[in-house]
């Protein structure tokens, strides 16, 4: 097994570090307040660490799991300490009144962070279309993934097929946009149609 690291220590980032640590990998929690991921650390049922703030993460790949508007400044804080890395970013640009998405026309908060990003990292969009406590409950659920670096976008598969999930894969980065508006999508139906949180898509493949 390997190291995994998430930036944030927030529901989101709980649950994803819940199901890390019962499919027996290490989990490095990383936060601008040190108190903050030592509480989440000690809280998972395996052994987990706790990394530096700006340092560079133990993980080959790194989550990051804060809001979308901080992941720019969280991105910028870590600078070069995220060259080489695979950073999968689960945010979900969504306004505040949940009108839309706040990223420019044509783009993806997927695509405006890995502009922050050094050359040599790699960003893979998942996890944004699952509610964390979803997640939490266990459970086969499928993950929609985009990425152009084919190498990355395997080693997440594999990654997130040890958590259990079933990756499915929707193509290049830009994909990425289509992915967080069903994001948005979700959390529609979530307080409309389907009236309960509990839920979560999944692709029937007859």
Same mark, same amino acid.
């Given at each position: *097994?390997?190291?995994?690291?998430?930036?944030?220590?927030?529901? *989101?980032?709980?649950?994803?570090?819940?199901?890390? $640590?019962?499919?027996? %990998?290490?989990?490095?929690?990383?936060?601008?307040?040190?108190?903050?991921?030592? !509480?989440? $650390?000690?809280?998972?049922? /395996?052994?987990?660490?706790?990394?530096?703030?700006? /340092? +560079?993460?133990?993980?080959?790949?790194?989550?990051?799991?804060? @809001?979308? /508007?901080?992941? +720019?400044?969280?991105? !910028?804080? &870590?600078?070069? =300490?995220?060259?080489?890395?695979?950073?999968?970013?689960?945010?979900? @640009?969504? $306004?505040?009144?949940?009108?839309?998405?706040?990223? @420019? %026309?044509?783009?993806?908060?997927?695509?405006?962070? /890995?502009?922050?990003?050094? =050359?040599? !990292? %790699?960003?893979?969009? =998942?996890?944004?279309?699952? &509610?964390? %406590?979803?997640? =939490?409950?266990?459970?086969?659920?499928? $993950? &929609?993934?985009?990425?152009?670096?084919?190498?990355?976008? !395997?080693?997440?598969?594999? &990654?997130?097929?040890?958590?259990?999930?079933? @990756?499915?894969?929707?193509?290049?980065?830009?994909? +990425?946009?289509?992915?967080?508006?069903?994001?948005?999508? *979700?959390?529609?139906?979530?307080?409309?149609?389907?009236?309960?949180?509990?839920?979560?898509?999944?692709?029937?493949?007859?």
């Amino acid at each position: *097994m390997s190291t995994i690291s998430i930036i944030g220590s927030g529901g *989101m980032a709980a649950a994803i570090a819940g199901r890390i $640590a019962n499919a027996g %990998h290490t989990v490095e929690i990383v936060n601008r307040d040190p108190a903050k991921a030592r !509480a989440l $650390a000690d809280r998972l049922t /395996a052994g987990a660490t706790t990394g530096t703030y700006g /340092a +560079a993460p133990m993980g080959d790949i790194v989550i990051l799991a804060v @809001p979308y /508007a901080s992941a +720019a400044a969280v991105v !910028a804080d &870590f600078g070069e =300490a995220l060259d080489g890395k695979v950073i999968i970013d689960i945010t979900n @640009p969504i $306004a505040p009144d949940l009108s839309g998405l706040v990223t @420019p %026309h044509g783009s993806s908060g997927a695509q405006e962070t /890995a502009k922050g990003l050094p =050359a040599g !990292a %790699h960003v893979v969009k =998942a996890f944004n279309t699952i &509610f964390g %406590h979803v997640l =939490a409950k266990g459970g086969r659920l499928d $993950a &929609f993934i985009a990425a152009d670096d084919a190498e990355a976008k !395997a080693r997440v598969s594999t &990654f997130l097929e040890s958590l259990g999930l079933r @990756p499915l894969d929707v193509g290049g980065l830009q994909r +990425a946009q289509t992915l967080e508006a069903l994001g948005l999508m *979700m959390i529609g139906l979530a307080k409309n149609g389907a009236g309960t949180w509990d839920i979560a898509l999944n692709v029937d493949i007859g």
